[in-house]
T-cell receptor, first 113, second 114 residues
Framework: KNQVEQSPQSLIILEGKNCTLQCNYTVSPFSNLRWYKQDTGRGPVSLTI?????NTKSNGRYTATLDADTKQSSLHITASQLSDSASYIC????????????FGKGTRLSVIA | KAGVTQTPRYLIKTRGQQVTLSCSPI?????VSWYQQTPGQGLQFLFEYFSETQRNKGNFPGRFSGRQFSNSRSEMNVSTLELGDSALYLC?????????????FGPGTRLTVL
């Protein structure tokens, strides 16, 4: 069964600190993996998209890594800001089938002053 | 370019009623997907429409249906509402030439069933 597991479920960090969110998946066949940021009451916004051959991709203070062998991805946030408080959702795209996107349940990040 | 718009943003209904939600895609986008988001289950895929035809369907009961119009706008209908249908309903659209099939989400419709 295609699944995406994210950890931790929630996280509280101090402003200015770094953090890393984890995503493990059992999806086959794999097409690509995305990280989304979802502010409260808003729709998700894409942060990074990574294909099978990409190991790392950055978007400002956000850096995503992908290990296709172990089927793990991480999202590292550097020098966190209060505006980083949001849910971060890992999504894996399946290459075929009726449900082309498999979503994790997200990590709820709270950045406090 | 205007983003994906969804109407209404908030909706309160009672059990047994039906509801229709609307999604207007980014100009030029022909694919519209619908998702249900709840705190316990996260985002779950409902269905995808492309050129007025349902292309993919998730594992939801037949009470959930949708359609797409010739201008690519899409509607989602839920009949005989249940308490468990309370959720944020998101639509996402993509263009035919989008990199990696990237989807752009709307702000969602918050449905509360009493």
């Amino acid at each position: 069964k295609n699944q995406v597991e994210q950890s931790p479920q929630s996280l509280i960090i101090l402003e200015g600190k770094n953090c890393t969110l984890q995503c493990n998946y059992t999806v086959s066949p794999f097409s690509n993996l995305r990280w989304y940021k979802q502010d409260t009451g808003r729709g998700p916004v894409s942060l990074t998209i990574m294909t099978f051959s990409e190991n790392t991709k950055s978007n400002g203070r956000y850096t995503a890594t992908l290990d296709a062998d172990t089927k793990q991805s991480s999202l590292h946030i550097t020098a966190s800001q209060l505006s980083d408080s949001a849910s971060y959702i890992c999504v894996v795209i399946v290459n075929s089938g009726n449900t082309p996107l498999v979503f994790g349940k997200g990590t709820r990040l709270s950045v406090i002053a | 370019k205007a983003g994906v718009t969804q109407t209404p943003r908030y909706l309160i209904k009672t059990r047994g009623q039906q509801v229709t939600l609307s999604c207007s895609p980014i100009s030029g986008h022909r694919s519209v997907s619908w998702y249900q988001q709840t705190p316990g289950q996260g985002l779950q895929f409902l269905f995808e429409y492309f050129s007025e035809t349902q292309r993919n369907k998730g594992n939801f009961p037949g009470r959930f249906s949708g359609r797409q119009f010739s201008n690519s706008r899409s509607e989602m209908n839920v009949s005989t509402l249940e308490l468990g249908d309370s959720a944020l309903y998101l639509c996402a659209t993509k263009g035919t030439s989008a990199n990696y099939n990237e989807q752009f989400f709307g702000p969602g419709t918050r449905l509360t069933v009493l």
